[in-house]
């Protein structure tokens, strides 16, 4: 857990969206296996949530789930799956929203960047012109929403998206850096691309209904 859980901290109260029966999984399980089934059935019970209620409030709390549950404890929970499930690609898109929120303007200036490269991912992804922080942010929630409301391979294919055109403008910004500026903007290059291809992969399971 996070320092935050100091003398004193009140945490958050959980969304009302999760019912008992899937906070339950939340609760301590040490063993592997009550992990990885805890890891599974919140994100199957999250994403059937919002598909059967229509809800606009409640698919708000769910975009907004890492602000109000703490990334670190969706993290503890889907973190570990494998990227090829719900779980791990859920995990995927909560974690690119929150990076794109800790830096909106790098995010932003590398998808411009890229763009120009890679203009088949750059339109679907969906960023809005011209691709700023304000718009980059827009189209993580937008993307989360979809997730959850719409159609979730589509959601999956937008945030693939994203990360490859990112990880093209990373790839160009570090030709012109020297060392080691040069190496970590390669090796994010590298790791948004790998996210980028599994989330493709986790789209196309999702339509042969085979992600879970």
Request: hydrophobic fraction near 45%.
């Amino acid at each position: 857990m996070t320092s935050d859980r100091s003398a004193g901290y009140v945490p958050p109260r959980r969304p009302a969206f999760f019912g008992p029966a899937v906070m339950d999984t939340f609760q301590g399980a040490p063993d592997p296996g009550q992990r990885i089934e805890a890891a599974h059935r919140t994100a199957a019970a999250l994403v059937d949530h919002a598909r059967g209620g229509g809800d606009p409030a409640a698919t708000a709390r769910i975009v907004a789930l890492a602000d109000v549950y703490g990334l670190d404890e969706i993290a503890e929970l889907w973190a570990a799956r494998p990227a090829r499930t719900l779980p791990g690609a859920l995990w995927r898109i909560y974690a690119l929203q929150a990076g794109i929120r800790r830096d909106p303007v790098g995010m932003a200036r590398a998808f411009d960047s890229g763009r120009h490269r890679a203009p088949v991912h750059e339109a679907v992804a969906g960023v809005a012109e011209p691709p700023g922080p304000t718009e980059v942010q827009d189209m993580a929630d937008a993307i989360l929403g979809g997730a959850f409301t719409g159609d979730l391979a589509v959601a999956l294919e937008r945030a693939a998206a994203f990360c490859h055109v990112v990880a093209t403008g990373l790839a160009l910004e570090a030709d012109h850096r020297i060392e080691p500026e040069e190496e970590g903007l390669t090796r994010r290059a590298g790791g948004l691309a790998r996210t980028g291809t599994d989330l493709e992969a986790a789209a196309r399971m999702w339509r042969e209904g085979d992600l879970s």
